[in-house]
């Protein structure tokens, strides 16, 4: 039964309500967390309460998370499953339920609220969890030869940066029945990355505490986290192979066709500028809203990195001019209704991204020349850290771009050296300005966020902090 991705978010949140969870929304998408830089899974801003930092005062949550991660970014537009920029929804048990209830909500919310097939459904536990195995085996009678142990990479969730909360996971895969891509179509199960099965949903049983050396000490509540990826989750419910085939990104793709007149399922390379522009707009729309500014340190410089990527890709596309903001208005349009603040700041996103993109393209042609002449000269496929370097700091390239670029033609840049002299530049511009953010570009921008009256931030507080759980 087809389902719009806001019914299924509904539908979710209001199960997990009907169990007695208490529904609060998202929190920032900048965590109020010196480990990390962004929000990159639902538990994120339970964080101290797992630890045992904090009491709670409701041990059964579920949200929609809003969720950052750059890990993926290179996965974007080459799976049909990651973003950069994604929803997560979640349940949340702090030493309330544990492991037999939470594996048996997931499993009724999927196959009762959600109707999905029972037979689509497969699922892995950590190999040294066999309570988690009896669990699917005995209580939720799945069949054995789709139940599928796993070692820690796969089943072990966390801690989210360098220590905290972890524990040991099951993870339910979605079975698309693709198999053009299988080597092996027979044995293929999830763990095949073929792409046939697509983990849908990750049940955390988190009950240790892991320090910077990995050493782990139970914690002192055993508590539940899950997360499920909406754009997943519809696709699966949609019957679509591609998150980017959900209505979570149909109609920012059908405006990236008109802006930059091209045809979606054309061709696979146009195919992936066209998903990484629709993936990059949400994403820079969301870490917008939150006040961050383009930059070169820290988030803004990753905002800075996705939106010059964006950029990139429809100069692939075919255009020298600015042409994002009809697509971030597109975004805006799509998910302000569950995101009011989007409509809240949109002039300010469109003013930053729209000189953000001025710049860049001010400097991008001159670039792309600059790289081919040193490609076409080189004679062992190798472009060196100064010259990924001075692409940075004369035409704006961050590294991801030239690398991007230097890899399609089968070259390889030297990482360690361009660190190094970005660095090096870093310290003098410390020097010369005692503070961290500097340039003149940055002062342009400040001045844009500070002449937008409605640019009064929120982010930074968490929504368990305003709630006072
Ligand atoms: P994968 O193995 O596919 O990269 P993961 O194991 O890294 O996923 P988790 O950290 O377990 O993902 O996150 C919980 C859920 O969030 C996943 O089961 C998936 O539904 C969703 N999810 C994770 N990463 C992404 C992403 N980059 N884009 C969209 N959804 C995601
Ligand atoms: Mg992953
Ligand atoms: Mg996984
Ligand atoms: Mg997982």
């Not at 008109?258 to 998903?275: A, M």
Request: hydrophobic share 35%; aromatic share 12%.
């Amino acid at each position: 039964e087809w389902m719009s991705s806001k019914d299924i978010r509904e539908k979710f949140l209001s199960f997990f309500e009907k169990k007695d969870h208490k529904r609060i929304k998202s929190s920032p998408l900048i965590p109020n967390d010196p480990q990390l830089m962004f929000t990159v899974a639902g538990m994120v801003p339970f964080k101290p309460i797992f630890w045992g930092k904090m009491e709670p005062t409701h041990t059964r949550i579920t949200t929609c998370q809003k969720c950052l991660r750059t890990n993926d970014i290179e996965n974007v537009g080459r799976t049909a499953r990651h973003q950069t920029f994604f929803e997560m929804l979640g349940n949340f048990s702090f030493g309330d339920y544990f492991k037999e209830e939470a594996i048996e909500l997931a499993w009724e919310f999927l196959t009762k609220e959600l109707k999905i097939p029972e037979e689509k459904l497969w699922v892995s536990v950590y190999n040294e969890d066999p309570e988690a195995y009896d669990i699917w085996k005995d209580k939720i009678k799945i069949p054995e030869n789709k139940l599928i142990k796993m070692g820690k990479d796969d089943n072990w969730w966390g801690p989210p940066g360098p220590s905290g909360p972890c524990g040991p996971d099951t993870e339910i895969f979605y079975d698309t029945g693709v198999t053009k891509n299988c080597p092996d179509v027979e044995n293929c199960t999830p763990e095949c990355d073929c792409g046939r099965f697509v983990e849908i949903w990750n049940v955390v049983f988190t009950e240790f505490y892991s320090d910077e050396e990995g050493n782990l000490e139970p914690l002192s509540r055993k508590n539940i986290d899950t997360g499920a990826g909406l754009e997943r989750l519809t696709a699966a419910i949609q019957g679509v192979y591609s998150n980017f085939d959900t209505d979570l990104f149909q109609k920012i793709i059908k405006e990236i066709e008109k802006s930059l007149n091209v045809k979606y399922g054309e061709n696979e390379k146009n195919d992936i500028s066209i998903r990484i522009i629709a993936d990059h707009s949400r994403a820079i729309s969301f870490i917008l809203v939150e006040g961050v500014l383009p930059s070169n340190e820290g988030r803004g410089y990753v905002l800075r990195r996705i939106i010059r990527r964006a950029v990139r890709h429809g100069n692939l596309l075919g255009t020298n001019n600015k042409f994002m903001s009809n697509i971030i208005k597109r975004v805006i349009a799509e998910m302000s209704g569950f995101y009011p603040e989007l409509k809240e700041k949109e002039d300010f996103i469109l003013k930053i991204v729209d000189s953000e993109e001025e710049r860049f393209f001010e400097t991008l042609e001159r670039g792309l020349q600059k790289l081919e002449e040193i490609m076409k000269k080189s004679v062992d496929k190798k472009i060196s850290g100064e010259v990924a370097f001075e692409l940075y700091d004369t035409y704006g390239f961050p590294f991801d771009i030239t690398k991007e670029i230097a890899e399609e033609q089968g070259f390889s840049v030297d990482r360690a050296l361009f660190d190094d002299l970005m660095e090096q530049q870093k310290n003098r511009a410390r020097k010369a300005t005692g503070s961290k953010e500097y340039g003149a570009q940055n002062q342009a921008y400040e001045k844009i966020a500070s002449q937008i009256k409605s640019t009064i931030f929120t982010g930074y507080i968490n929504n368990i902090e305003r709630e006072k759980l």
